[in-house]
């Protein structure tokens, strides 16, 4: 994990399903891809910290979403270098060949959220907050690159949510009248 001087770090996972297993040779360029593209985020300006399986040098033999699905599960320091990393990097080339190894989205794919400098997010958390998303769109507890939220807009919905959760009062009052999708007192 590489140490860094922000408060705050953007988390990100994005998951794919694959149209055929990773020793299907339709799927070798992806995989050949792996190393390099791990390597180049492991070296890119602002990479934290990448999931990985035990004893693997990529997450890809984990299938928390299903035995189809890979994941990939990162920390940034910024927005902007996981977006100068995704698109401006040699990553580009594998969203942009995306569709020969993956199938087409049908709901969100990709979730952002922020988290404190120094947490490592877990698989669960990570697949929680791209529910939160889909259930409820973008907020700032769930966000994408196209609808994003700064650090400190999570920080003041994180600090309006908690007393809200801790008081009793507040807990009746709110499930006691029906919460409109993407209403963030529901988080």
Do not use: K
């Amino acid at each position: 994990m590489t140490a860094s001087a922000h408060a705050a770090h953007l988390a990100e996972l994005n998951i794919a399903m694959l149209r055929h297993p990773l020793d299907d040779p339709r799927i070798a360029p992806f995989v050949e891809m792996l190393d390099p593209v791990n390597a180049a985020a492991d070296g890119a300006p602002g990479f934290v910290w990448r999931l990985v399986e035990e004893g693997e040098a990529d997450a890809t033999g984990l299938r928390p979403a299903g035995e189809d699905v890979i994941v990939n599960l990162s920390v940034w320091e910024t927005q902007e270098a996981l977006w100068d990393f995704t698109y401006r990097s040699g990553h580009l080339e594998v969203v942009r060949r995306r569709r020969e190894w993956f199938e087409r989205h049908v709901e969100a794919h990709l979730v952002l959220w922020w988290v404190p400098a120094g947490h490592l997010p877990t698989v669960g958390e990570a697949l929680g907050r791209l529910a939160d998303l889909r259930a409820h769109g973008p907020s700032p507890r769930a966000f994408t690159f196209a609808s994003s939220y700064t650090a400190a807009e999570a920080a003041r919905h994180h600090r309006a949510v908690l007393p809200a959760q801790h008081d009793p009062s507040a807990r009746s009052a709110r499930s006691a009248r029906p919460t409109p999708a993407g209403d963030n007192a529901s988080v």
